[in-house]
């Protein structure tokens, strides 16, 4: 018996050492590494033939290595904590509008409905000239430094110096609420009589909250049905906010999501602690490209355990968790510490940070290498490349002549100039194009100085050139003059051969103007096909169920 035991413990030290080895050859190289770092670091201070910057050259090594690991692990400097903090500090308040740079001029986009700006009587396409007698044109400041001058605390008054259709206008703006992040729910209304929908755009403390309170709103207001929960465009947030945020919806007890990091700290199970609000309503869970992390957490869910049904595109796949990490003098970073797993099992990231390419870039996740898992119900999912929705609805691409027009301003100037000219138009629903109108937009294009590249021209540039350094450009240039004619008269062609997705860029932009973003999304219910095909599949019981994999 006793030599057993002696035995065992023998057995017991030589495991203990071999593993202390292991920590031990590790801290070893580090230490070894941040000596040679150090040494290199100081040569270069002391003997190197130029003036060096201490503070610049040691950023650049910190961003070179954290470059090599994922873009979320990022080093913040002291400055950019205080920034940070000023913005998440509550005592800080903006004037409901933000600030965009078009050429040499800043001009005030996104104004929020009775926010501080629009009482003020500013409005959207503003030319801001100066913030409180300091000016601001000619490019002597960053949208970020000129978004800042445009902060302070709450009830102070800010003075700004407008142009407007050529006239210069004064407005003195007393700033309210906390206005410098975005709104968690910045809308929440009706599609129907019976179908509620509610815009999550953030994760913050507040979103369940926020959430919670618009679903309370829309169930005293009707007979509600059915619900849309849209995320698209959600880029995520606070982990606790979405496993609370489904908790809304699903019973206490499920695995929302699992964290699993290299230490213990970074090893959790998050479930659901309470009754919900509403574990029976059909709910549909809308995303797309623009959808990550906490938002693919709560679409995740919802879809392995059964609870709504996803609609849209495939989300952008971001499955990694990232903690706060306090450094000496003032200064932090972001670590991606964990990866996420939905209930099913399977992580959504979709880009191997892990194994980079020989020239460094990394790539998404074959789907070769996709691995199949279940849902509650025994419905497949797969992992590796974000959330799959259960309807995939095709989007229309943009033609490169509406991307020119939204880029160049050349819609949001129209709108600019329709609003001066109209002091009212129909609601949200009911606002449309005419013909009459899109013509006067039509000339109104050609009465400016606008020009656009299709990607066909694209490629014959660059087919010139290689049929230049091939030595057959003289032989060709006939050829390829006649290509570029018959294509500039098509070109001529296209406001009118793409002008359903250009109206549709136009009327989004004029009903801005008047109803802001509430009106924006009110008017969207008509012909979004996200939308048009939730409302489908929530109001029709059998088609529900089915996707669901629910016999009932």
């Known amino acids: 018996m006793n030599n057993k035991i002696i035995y065992l413990g023998l057995v017991l030290v030589l495991l203990l050492a071999g593993f202390t080895s292991d920590i031990s050859d590790r801290y070893f190289e580090i230490a070894k590494n941040m000596e040679i770092y150090g040494k290199v670091y100081t040569e270069i201070n002391t003997k190197y033939v130029d003036q060096t910057s201490p503070t610049k050259l040691m950023r650049t090594g910190v961003d070179a290595m954290l470059k090599s690991l994922d873009p979320y692990t990022i080093y913040y400097g002291e400055s950019q904590i205080e920034y940070s903090k000023l913005l998440n500090s509550g005592q800080y308040s903006g004037i409901g509008s933000e600030v965009s740079k078009q050429g040499e001029d800043i001009i005030l986009v996104n104004m929020k409905s009775d926010g501080p700006a629009d009482k003020a009587g500013l409005r959207v396409g503003d030319v801001l000239l100066s913030i409180d007698n300091e000016t601001i044109q000619g490019g002597n400041k960053d949208i970020n430094q000129i978004q800042t001058l445009l902060l302070g605390e709450k009830d102070t008054e800010v003075n700004l110096k407008v142009s407007r259709g050529g006239q210069e206008l004064e407005f003195s703006v007393v700033r309210g609420g906390n206005q410098a992040q975005q709104e968690d729910v910045p809308y929440f209304g009706m599609v129907n009589d019976s179908v509620g929908y509610i815009l999550q755009l953030g994760f913050t403390g507040l979103a369940s909250q926020k959430v919670a309170d618009a679903f309370r709103a829309l169930s005293e207001k009707a007979e509600l049905k059915a619900l849309i929960l849209d995320l698209r465009g959600n880029l995520g947030g606070r982990l606790d906010q979405a496993v609370d945020i489904c908790n809304h919806f699903i019973p206490s007890g499920q695995l929302i999501v699992e964290m699993r990091g290299r230490t213990r ?288």
């Open 265 to 552: 700290e970074t090893q959790n199970k998050f479930f659901t602690k309470r009754p919900p609000l509403d574990k029976d309503i059909p709910l549909a869970v809308l995303v797309n490209g623009r959808s990550a992390s906490a938002a693919e957490i709560v679409s995740g869910a919802i879809q392995d355990l059964d609870r709504g049904v996803v609609i849209g595109s495939r989300s952008f796949g971001k499955g990694l968790v990232q903690n706060f990490r306090p450094l000496s003098y003032n200064t932090q970073m972001k670590i991606t510490v964990a990866k996420y797993y939905t209930p099913s099992g399977r992580c959504i990231q979709a880009i191997d940070y892990a194994n980079r390419k020989a020239d460094g870039s990394v790539g998404k996740i074959p789907d070769s290498l996709a691995t199949e898992f279940q849902t509650k119900n025994g419905r497949k999912v797969y992992d590796g490349g974000g959330v799959d929705p259960d309807i995939l609805v095709e989007k229309e691409e943009l033609a490169p002549i509406t991307l020119a027009l939204k880029e160049r301003n050349v819609i949001f100037d129209f709108a600019t100039e329709f609003k001066t000219k109209n002091d009212s138009i129909p609601g949200p629903r009911d606002f449309d194009i005419s013909d009459e109108l899109y013509q006067e937009f039509v000339s109104y294009v050609r009465g400016k100085d606008f020009s656009f590249e299709t990607n066909t021209e694209k490629k014959i540039t660059r087919l010139k050139t290689q049929l230049n350094n091939d030595g057959y450009e003289k032989e060709m240039e006939t050829i390829l003059k006649d290509i570029q004619q018959k294509l500039q008269q098509q070109k001529e062609l296209d406001l009118e051969r793409h002008s359903g997705q250009i109206k549709t860029q136009l009327r989004k932009e004029i009903i801005e103007r008047y109803y802001f973003k509430a009106g924006v999304i009110e008017s969207s219910f008509v012909h979004d096909p996200d939308i048009l095909k939730a409302l489908n599949v929530v109001l029709d019981k059998d088609s529900y169920n089915k996707i669901l994999g629910i016999n009932k």
